[in-house]
């Protein structure tokens, strides 16, 4: 079981910066595969990236590979995301997850969510 707290979202021009947060509690928070994934309004949550355990493997979402870093340190039970170069239509609600197994981009199989934080960028 593990608990998901995201912080870091706020209100940017486009071409900032932000550093989302995703603190999770629980002691096998190393042992999970962890992903980010936005919601803009109207629109189904969709994939940005994920991690596995260890940080070896990471996976981005085209629209924004290149921008978006995801990092973690199992020390801090917590998992990040860099973002730069940030874009109107990244305005979204962002969510960090987490699944044991395989890492995949499927947010049908990821079983733990956080609130989520509030990502809006301005033109």
């Known amino acids: 079981q593990v608990q998901l707290v995201e912080s870091g979202g706020g209100l940017v021009q486009a071409g900032g910066s932000l550093r989302l947060s995703c603190a999770a509690s629980?002691?096998?928070?190393?042992?999970?595969?962890m992903g980010w994934f936005r919601q803009a309004p109207g629109k189904e949550r969709e994939f940005v990236a994920a991690?596995?355990?260890?940080?070896?493997?990471?996976y981005y979402a085209d629209s924004v590979k290149g921008r978006f870093t995801i990092s973690r340190d199992n020390p801090k039970n917590t998992v990040y995301l860099q973002m730069n170069s940030l874009k109107p239509e990244d305005t979204a609600v962002y969510y960090c997850?987490?699944?044991?197994?395989?890492?995949?981009?499927?947010?049908?199989?990821?079983?733990?969510w956080g609130q989520g934080t509030q990502v809006t960028v301005s033109s």
């Open positions: 997850a987490g699944k044991n197994g395989f890492l995949v981009t499927d947010k049908r199989q990821y079983g733990y």
């Open positions: 991690i596995s355990w260890n940080g070896i493997s990471t």
């Open positions: 629980g002691r096998t928070f190393s042992s999970y595969n």
